[in-house]
């Protein structure tokens, strides 16, 4: 069993992103038996939640002839246009109902306000404005974050990557996670997750110990 100062990150476990959702991620739902088995392995578990007013600046639909999937310049830089998803207190937005782990202590909430998009549980995509995340953190001593969800190249690899930045030790448990994939996102991801200094590990390991 992990310590106070390691915790599990499991990131954006919601309908929105299972197959079937608005921003559906191939066999995302694949991962909730895996999270499971390591909320087990932790005494320190924190959630996040996308979680966007409808007429959030990342959605398509909320720019003239616009489709998702594009990309367009914003004032903070280059954002990918999704489909509406995870708009606050939809059904979409909710956790998976078989995603247990009662022991969770916290919920970050991200991507609310309505001009800024935040992949990152700890810097929104204005790359200045704190979730408070990095905070709560440090305040409760955590050395080490692990990460899991989705998606792997997005909200996933954002955080790993600030988590780093933050001065955190930090790794990805493979298997816990599915990628969007998004014109070579992937690959790229976890080249710069590497480079990074982020540890790749299959959750195999962690019940090995
Ligand atoms: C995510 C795209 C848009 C994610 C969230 O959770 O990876 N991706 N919003
Ligand atoms: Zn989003």
């Not at 088995?37 to 007013?53: G, K």
């Not at 001065?167 to 994939?181: H, K, N, P, S, Y």
């Amino acid at each position: 069993m992990k310590g106070a100062d390691e915790v599990l990150l499991a990131v954006d476990v919601q309908y929105d992103f299972m197959p079937g959702g608005a921003l559906a991620v191939a066999r995302g739902d694949e991962i909730v038996p895996v999270v499971n088995r390591l909320t087990h392995e932790f005494s320190h578990v924190v959630l996040t939640q996308d979680w966007h007013p409808r007429g959030h600046v990342s959605f398509a639909a909320n720019h003239a002839e616009r489709a998702p999937f594009e990309t367009m310049m914003l004032p903070y830089g280059e954002q990918v246009l999704w489909p509406v998803h995870c708009v606050q207190d939809t059904e979409g937005a909710l956790l998976h109902r078989d995603l247990h782990v009662p022991h969770a202590r916290l919920v970050i909430r991200k991507g609310h306000h309505a001009d800024v998009d935040s992949y990152s549980a700890f810097v929104e995509a204005d790359r200045t404005t704190p979730t408070g995340l990095t905070g709560y953190l440090r305040d409760v001593g955590v050395k080490r974050v692990y990460l899991c969800g989705l998606a792997t190249d997005y909200c996933v690899a954002w955080s790993a990557l600030d988590a780093r930045r933050a001065g955190f030790d930090v790794t990805v448990i493979e298997d816990a996670c599915r990628a969007i994939d998004l014109n070579g996102s992937l690959v790229k991801a976890w080249e710069d997750m590497t480079a990074a200094g982020v540890e790749r590990i299959e959750s195999s390991a962690l019940f090995a110990r």
